[in-house]
């Protein structure tokens, strides 16, 4: 139990276009879902924290004009790169927790952007 | 405000070889330390997780072990193996927020 899928898994965009990425939890209800960036040979840091029905978190110095994120189902999480650019080329992943209060968070597989 | 710190940041050894990968955290105020395993290009794999109350946990060739009070962690693999190459990744998980990550170990072993 406790599967993340995030899809897709690789995606290349033209600069200017906005890019969709989709982060589900296959087996449970997801109240909270993470995203993450990881730059190449970086750790991978928190760019906002989703609970559903409400407005995400975002952490300081994240655009959340530029990383639209819905959360409008308990199994459903979306993170739209808007108007991307080459700098936002990165490795995106998702994570989702079951509850408030729960201590483990279970992982999606990562999505490769690559903007040309 | 919680620091992960991963030492070393890259290790090779030969195949056979037992060794440990160190994690420090500077808040001991912790739930859970976890360690995951990265392939280039990948997402991550759950390895181990220890919760705040435990010392250690094993799983096969791995075993970690977590002093809160010191704010250490080390992931110990026995008998290393070429497929064991990849990014190792300790995050620890602090009041039910998102985990907060170290920056890896990239281990290579050689066959």
């Known amino acids: 139990g406790a599967v993340v899928s995030q899809h897709p898994s690789r995606v290349i965009c033209k600069s200017g276009t906005s890019v969709k990425i989709e982060c589900r939890s296959l087996d449970f209800q997801a109240t909270t879902m993470f995203w993450y960036r990881q730059f190449p040979k970086q750790s991978l840091m928190l760019m906002a924290t989703?609970?559903?029905?409400?407005?995400?978190?975002?952490e300081q110095g994240v655009e959340k004009d530029k990383f639209l994120i819905n959360h409008a189902s308990l199994t459903l999480s979306t993170l739209t790169v808007t108007s991307a650019h080459p700098e936002d080329s990165s490795f995106y992943i998702c994570?989702?927790?079951?509850?408030?209060?729960?201590?483990?968070?279970?992982f999606g597989q990562g999505t490769r952007l690559t903007v040309v | 405000k919680q620091e992960v710190t991963q030492i070393p940041a890259a290790l090779s050894v030969p195949e056979g070889e037992n060794l440990v990968l160190n994690c420090s955290f500077t808040d001991s105020a912790i739930y859970n330390l976890q360690w995951f395993r990265q392939d280039p290009g990948k997402g991550l794999t759950s390895l181990l997780l220890?919760?705040?109350?435990?010392r250690e946990q094993t799983s096969g060739r791995l075993n970690a072990s977590l002093d809160k009070s010191s704010g250490r962690s080390t992931l110990y693999i026995a008998a290393s193996q070429p497929g064991d190459s990849a990014t190792y990744l300790c995050?620890?998980?602090?009041?039910?927020?998102?985990?907060?990550f170290g920056k890896g170990t990239t281990l290579s072993v050689s066959s």
């Open positions: 989703s609970n559903e029905g409400s407005k995400a978190t975002y």
């Open positions: 995050a620890v998980n602090q009041a039910g927020t998102a985990l907060i």
């Open positions: 994570s989702a927790r079951r509850k408030v209060g729960d201590t483990e968070a279970f």
């Open positions: 220890i919760q705040s109350s435990q």
